[in-house]
């Protein structure tokens, strides 16, 4: 899960966000990643919040400190300065864990920043914090905050059954392009965002995987996979493993778009719907 903020929505304050996710996941006994990005969280309210999720077990994992896209704007230094400047955020928790995951999953447009940001994380005794089952589920939270906006009584279980079917409808996706590409199965890594539409529907989107045949795992065990040693050689580097691995083979172009998910992919579907 990434980005956790004390800034969540109108309706919802970060600590009612922090106790429905962990009811949610401590009714599963689930484990998961939270991957911090600094400036949503560096001040004492932050460490409340970031307390609460590694005293409940979790991992707290580095994020970057202001989100910056690793791409033509950004240089290495600039990028290498602002992952180094969260580390003091995370630095207190216990089970604070050395996993990076990239901002917007860009890993570097050229291949010098992308293997100088790796030979950087690996001085550090970093290793990635690879998506397999991209999302945006963020941007039905983002749709979702914009209806109640304009309309306080709007439904929401609308957002809810289209976030799930989303979800379910990516993971299936990239479970069947890691089975094409690798030829077996792997333990996946689902991304979700920490937003008021889990806040809500965390619980019906973990029965929904059941539903749907998917095991959890705690997120140990699913970064424990050796698929997240690879390291692909693809440009712009980055996206979904599973996407950049599959990408890495050339055979499969016609499955490929980029970027792997995007706002402008659902927002035609959810403007039909009226959502």
């Known amino acids: 899960m ?34 911090v990005c600094g400036m ?3 001040q004492p309210e932050g460490h409340k919040l970031l307390a ?3 005293d409940a077990g979790h991992l707290i994992c580095n994020h970057s400190y202001s989100h910056l896209m690793y791409m033509q704007r950004t240089t290495y230094d600039q990028f290498a300065a602002d992952f180094l400047r969260n580390e003091p955020v995370i630095a207190p ?3 604070r864990t050395r996993l990076f995951r990239y901002p917007f999953l860009k890993e570097g447009d050229t291949a010098e920043k992308r293997d100088r940001f790796r030979a950087l994380l690996k001085e550090h005794g970093y290793r990635v914090g690879h998506v397999t089952i991209d999302t945006s589920d963020w941007y039905v939270d983002q749709r979702m905050a914009e209806r109640l906006k304009l309309d306080p009584a709007a439904k ?5 059954d289209y976030v799930i079917a989303h979800l379910l409808d990516r993971a ?16 996946h890594t689902l991304l979700l965002h920490y937003r008021e539409i889990h806040a809500l529907f965390l619980s019906d989107v973990i029965n929904a995987f059941e539903k749907a045949g998917w ?19 693809t440009l712009p580097a980055g996206e979904s493993l599973v996407w950049a691995l599959a990408a890495e083979t050339g055979r499969f172009k016609d499955r490929l778009r980029w970027p792997g998910e995007e706002d402008t ?6 403007d039909i719907l009226g959502l």
Do not use: C, T
């Open 2 to 35: 990434d980005d956790p903020a004390l800034i969540v929505s109108a309706r919802m304050d970060w600590q009612e966000v922090n106790r429905r996710l962990l009811a949610a996941l401590e009714q599963r006994k689930l484990k998961i990643a939270l991957f």
């Open 40 to 42: 949503r969280v560096d």
């Open 52 to 54: 609460a999720w590694d």
């Open 93 to 95: 928790y216990r089970h």
């Open 156 to 160: 929401v279980k609308p957002y809810r």
């Open 172 to 187: 299936a996706f990239y479970r069947q392009l890691s089975l094409d590409a690798l030829g077996h199965e792997i333990r």
């Open 215 to 233: 095991d959890w795992v705690n997120a140990d065990r699913a970064f424990a996979d050796p698929v997240f040693q690879a390291e692909p050689k």
């Open 265 to 270: 992919y659902e927002k035609p579907e959810m």
